[in-house]
Structure formats: structure tokens, C-alpha cells
């Protein structure tokens, strides 16, 4: 109950502190967490784009720095807020702590959240037993835990991008766009390519909307709790259709405004209890570099560094180009020994996470 940063103003000015340590009492037990916009799943490299959703806990306090339509930048450190969680005693202020942290919701950037809460309901850390080597030993040990779409999600983005097609038709030039809606399978059919984890995936989307995909109805939906708290989804938002009703249940998904610089690459952000990231259209495929492997940026952010030409032979693990941002230097480094085909950056440039830096043959 004692404001500390007034009784260091106070105290600074030369005003006695005014109590002492017989008046100070412990009440209860308060834990708190830094959610940061990184990705736990690659060496909590930080990341940045824009916050496309937001929404607080109720029950926790809140010191932060971002709101929808903000830009998480490059140039300054990537942590997004402080939840603090108060309780009558620790095991209390943990469970309000992990009920806080799954009602936080952060669309855009990719964020430490889930992993948060998975380390805070650890039983070392519930129960107060944590070292200082304590999570060096848990993340070697740790397997990677990405979140994976389901079928749910999956139909979800499937649908969004039919709709997105509709509203956003290719020119009469594309073959695939300029033959009415008609196909095979019959009138108002799409066929949706989507990416996920390594995989890619034909998905058949019927409709115009509503829309069925796989046996699932998915329709554009209200956005829940629209007049409760917690919430600050703008209305340009909503006029974008981007909540939507699957089997009961409604999602968030949002096509993403940076991918190399443009949306119409197709990447969909959609949030489900977390993040999921679903690219859709083929991948990508170069007849002139089969075999090779495209080396890409692991963040955003500036080339500070070329060390090889087109040409060079490499070693395995012999840095290749490296990448700063938010105080962070990480260099690309060969994935085996081989030759560099092609340098596709130069110092100085400001690239995106997944930009193609280099195009390596392996031996």
C-alpha cells in the first residue's frame, strides 16, 4: 500500500521518509512477467510489425507501451508490457498470473506469451526453487513447441482468403482468375494453398460466403464482447471481417500488412487461445537454383555485414552475412559446406524476417 516512487520524489527533495520499518508490512504475493515481442522458438530472437489486436486482462495491472495500430520497430528494445499479478499468497498470485496471461492477446509480432506461461506453471518456479541455472538446463532440455494450426484454424484462414479474393480479384491476365467461378467441382469453388510448419496444403473452399470448408461452416462473425472491456478493436477492423464463427467459435484472423514489404503475399495472423502464422499460395519455387538452399533473415532489422561473395566456398557454420536489430547482432551462418550461389543484400540494407539474404548449394 506505499507508493515507493512518490517517497523517492519526496525524499529527494529533502522530506523525511516518514515511517519506518516497524510501519512496513507484507500483504499477500505479487509476481510479475515481461511479455516481449521475440519468438521463443528461435533463440527468442526479437521481432517487430504491426499490432494488429490487443487485448488486457482485467484482473492484473498493466504497465504498457503498445496499442492497436502501434509499430514495433527495430530501434529500441522489443519488450511490449509488465503484467503484474497480486494474490493472498504465491500459489494465488501465480494462478491469477497464468489467468492473466491467457486472456492477454497480441496479434502482429510474434511474442513470448505462451512460453510465459508455460515456465510460470512450472512446479520449480511455483514453488519458489528457481537457481540462477535453473533455465539454462530448461531450455536445453526443452523440445521445441511451436503452436500448430488445427483444422479449425486451418478452414478459418482457408475461408478468409476465398473472401479475400473475392473483394480483391486477380487481373484478367492471371488464367487462374479470369474464368468466372466456375470449376470441375462445380460453381463458386476455390482451391486455397496453405503453408504451415513445413507443410502445404490444398484446401477446398465452397461458397461465396457463409462458406464451407472440409464439412465446416465458417462465416463472417461480430467480434465477442464488443462493448465489454478489455477490448480496443477499431472499427476498420471490424469492417475487415476479421472475426469469424467455425463450429461454433469465434477466431481472429488478420492478413498480415508486412510480408517482404507487401500483403499480397499472403500471410494470415490468427489468433486461437495464441498466434498462429498460415501463408497461403504455393511456395515460391526458383528452376535456376535447384538444390540450393535460400538462406533467409531471421529478423528484421540492418545488413551490418557481407562476409562471402557469389562464387566462395564455405564451411559449415562459417558466418555468411549478419543482421543487428534491437540491440542484437545475429549472424547467418552456412548450414554446411557448400558454395555461395548468389548474395542478395549488401551492407546496409534494411531487410525483413524471412527475406532471402542468401541462395547456398550445399556440397
Known amino acids: 500500500g506505499l507508493d515507493l516512487v512518490e517517497m523517492q520524489l519526496r525524499v529527494a527533495m529533502g522530506e ?12 499477500g504475493h505479487a509476481v510479475e512477467v515481461r511479455v516481449y515481442a521475440e519468438d521463443p522458438e528461435q533463440d527468442f530472437l526479437p521481432q517487430a510489425g504491426d499490432v494488429r489486436h490487443v487485448r488486457w486482462p482485467e484482473d492484473a495491472r498493466v504497465d504498457c507501451g503498445i496499442d492497436e495500430d502501434s509499430v514495433v520497430t527495430t530501434d529500441y528494445d522489443p519488450m511490449l508490457a509488465k503484467l503484474i499479478a497480486h494474490g493472498a499468497s504465491r500459489d494465488d498470485a501465480f494462478s491469477k498470473l497464468d489467468t492473466a496471461l491467457s486472456e492477454t492477446q497480441i496479434l502482429g509480432p510474434r511474442t513470448n506469451i505462451a512460453f510465459l506461461r508455460e515456465v510460470t506453471s512450472h512446479p520449480v518456479v511455483r514453488e519458489g526453487r528457481v537457481t540462477t541455472t535453473w533455465m539454462e538446463g530448461y531450455l ?13 484454424t486451418v478452414a478459418v484462414v482457408a475461408a ?28 463458386n469453388v476455390t482451391h486455397v494453398v496453405v503453408r504451415y510448419s513445413g507443410l502445404e496444403r ?65 500471410r494470415w495472423l490468427v489468433w486461437r487461445g495464441t498466434q498462429h ?15 540450393a538452399a535460400h538462406l533467409e533473415a531471421p529478423m528484421p532489422g540492418q545488413v551490418i555485414a557481407v562476409r562471402v561473395s557469389a562464387g566462395d566456398k564455405v564451411v ?38 524471412g527475406q532471402t539474404l542468401v541462395d547456398f548449394e550445399p556440397s
Open 16 to 27: 523525511p521518509l516518514g515511517l519506518t520499518q516497524d510501519d512496513v508490512r507484507r500483504e
Open 140 to 152: 536445453s532440455s526443452r523440445p521445441a513447441n511451436p503452436p500448430q494450426p488445427d483444422d479449425v
Open 160 to 187: 478468409a482468403e476465398a473472401a479475400w479474393a473475392l473483394l480483391h480479384p486477380r487481373g484478367r491476365q492471371d488464367p487462374w482468375g479470369s474464368g468466372g467461378s466456375w470449376r470441375g467441382l462445380g460453381r
Open 202 to 266: 490444398a484446401v477446398v473452399v465452397a461458397g461465396t460466403g457463409p462458406f464451407v470448408v472440409d464439412g465446416r461452416t465458417v462465416r463472417a462473425s461480430e467480434r465477442p464482447g464488443a462493448d465489454g472491456p478489455g477490448f480496443r478493436i477499431r472499427r476498420a477492423h471490424d469492417r475487415d471481417n476479421a472475426w469469424w464463427e467455425c463450429d461454433g467459435e469465434t477466431v481472429l484472423a488478420l492478413r498480415s500488412r508486412e510480408w517482404f514489404g507487401s500483403a499480397d503475399r499472403g
Open 277 to 291: 502464422e498460415i501463408e497461403v499460395g504455393p511456395a515460391e519455387r526458383r528452376a535456376d537454383a535447384q538444390g
Open 316 to 353: 559449415r557454420g562459417q558466418d555468411l552475412v549478419v543482421v543487428e536489430a534491437m540491440k542484437m547482432e545475429h549472424a547467418v551462418k552456412a548450414p554446411a559446406d557448400g558454395t555461395v550461389k548468389a548474395v542478395l543484400c549488401a551492407a546496409g540494407d534494411q531487410v525483413q524476417r
